[in-house]
């Protein structure tokens, strides 16, 4: 189905379009991008005519880091610090999930997502412990119609060691995925590879778990580099050897542009610029990270100037996963850290990060963790039709004159009024298009009410979770 938008204001984020009033944007029917130019009154026919006026466009929002089977458990560890999570849902709750909770918690997180503006999302699926749950898995995403990065991780709850000093190399598993239900890269739905931190497994192990991604074409995310892990005797632990994954791995000569790393709050200074000198990226969950006890997030230090940070929203056991709040929430710690060192140091102001550096965070440099720049991530032609149109006449956003601003710092999930993928649309007119979408609401709540209600309902009645 071919459609066109027309007289919209839009965002391209591509920096040969920039910004552009009174645009058309024109949609093949392949879903992707045919043309993105100023209205000229030349007719664009196409099965759909949308109306762009009063409408902010931008590319479809890009969380690069979430759990999407933890979207059951919303809230329930907001109060508990991230030992006190990480017992509770990795060693307590993990082994009773079901796959059929897997699957409708997957696909009512991407319905949510969805709603919020969110078009692609990496879940770093540490449930599948039988091939029931990773099928689970990839078919809650296929049935949300989101473009999803599935991130294949050592699972949680199988009574395995993977996460203390592990001798275990990655879980077979995921070649059998990349040899069978994931082996296009071209579809919605694509694999890549959770990888284990080395403060989890050997050095022989880290080098493997790359050597295997890297035979199977595959992107690397490692979770948890650089996030805090409480108190204890250790002092600085992120500048001792075992816990310098960034270092390692250049030292191996294995850093590289495939690879991502999710958190960084405590990475020190010559391992940030490593991630910048070898184009590997960097993602932050500034929310979940200061809820949870990692600290402050990297945003703002004077190391990150060299990396273009995306943006993720981790789990929704402790926040609400919208890249939305995510962008202002960078934004907000990206000014106020190197305000409060000027003030500290008696020095000048510092220069603004302007609200259009959030908003790039969210889309093409999200795009770039992923390796998907060439695919989505700007409003261009030949580029996937990942499209968000925000409403911009209501109370919140009408008197905004800047549209970064009015996205970054105004917008809610309410303003956003349709979301396309792939030129689907999946929401309209406010309203996501998924008809059972209270039915499987109602499902999941009953699924997560029957999980709690045979196990530990408390992180301290869990088995110990050693990470």
């Known amino acids: 189905m071919t459609i066109t938008i027309y007289g919209v204001l839009a965002i391209t984020m591509d920096e040969s379009l920039e910004t552009i009033d009174q645009c058309d944007i024109v949609i093949a029917d392949d879903g992707r991008i045919q043309s993105v130019g100023p209205t ?12 762009g006026t009063g409408l902010i466009a931008i590319p479809g929002l890009i969380d690069t880091h979430r759990h999407s089977w933890l979207e059951m458990f919303r809230g329930l560890t907001a109060d508990l610090p991230v030992g006190g999570y990480r017992q509770l849902t990795k060693s ?10 897997v699957h409708l918690a997957t696909l009512v997180g991407d ?28 078919q809650g995403h296929r049935d949300s119609g989101l473009r999803v990065v599935l991130a294949h991780t050592p699972a949680n709850g199988d009574g395995e ?7 275990r190399r990655h879980p077979a598993d995921i070649a059998w995925l990349r040899t069978g239900a994931l082996a296009d890269d071209d579809a919605l739905v694509v694999l890549a ?35 805090a892990t409480g108190g204890g005797p250790v002092r600085r632990r992120w500048s001792q050897p075992g816990h310098r994954t960034v270092a390692a791995l250049a030292e191996s000569g294995l850093l590289g542009p495939d690879m991502g790393f999710v958190h960084g709050n405590h990475l020190e200074d010559d391992e940030l610029g490593m991630i910048a000198d070898h184009g590997a990226g960097l993602s932050v969950a500034s929310e979940v990270e200061m809820l949870c006890g990692y600290g402050l997030p990297v945003c703002g230090r004077d190391a990150v100037a060299g990396l273009r940070l ?12 919208s890249i939305l709040t995510a962008m202002r929430t960078m934004l907000m710690l990206s000014r106020a850290r190197p305000a409060s060192s000027a003030y500290l140091t008696n020095r000048e102001e510092t220069t603004q990060v302007p609200a259009v550096a959030a908003l790039r965070a969210g889309t093409i440099d999200g795009a770039r963790f992923l390796g998907l720049q060439d695919r989505i991530g700007t ?45 689907r649309i999946v929401k309209r007119d406010g309203r996501l298009v998924e008809a059972r ?26 088995p110990l979770w050693n990470f």
């Open 193 to 227: 590879m959770g990888a284990r931190p080395l403060h989890c497994v050997t050095p022989e192990v880290l080098q493997a778990d790359v050597a295997t991604a890297r035979d199977l074409g595959l992107r690397l995310i490692y979770d948890g580099a650089g996030a």
């Open 310 to 321: 995306a943006l993720s929203t981790d789990v929704a056991a402790y926040a609400d996963p």
């Open 161 to 167: 060691n993977w996460y203390v000093n592990s001798e």
């Open 92 to 101: 307590g709750i993990a082994q009773r999930v079901h796959p059929d909770a």
């Open 111 to 138: 319905l949510a997502a969805v709603d919020c503006g969110i078009t692609t999302v990496a879940d770093l699926a540490h449930i599948g412990r039988t091939a029931d749950h990773l099928d689970a898995s990839v």
């Open 437 to 462: 979408r209270s039915d499987l609401v109602r499902r999941l709540v009953d699924a997560g009410s029957a999980v709690l209600a045979h196990g530990a309902k408390r992180a301290e009645d869990a």
């Open 40 to 51: 000229d009154g030349a007719p664009r026919p196409a099965d759909e005519m949308i109306d």
């Open 379 to 423: 409003l261009s032609p030949g580029r996937a039709a990942d499209i968000v149109l925000i409403d911009r006449t209501g109370p919140r956003l009408a008197a905004v004159r800047d549209p970064a601003v009015a996205v970054v710092l105004f917008a809610q999930s309410e303003d956003v009024r349709h979301v396309m993928v792939q030129g």
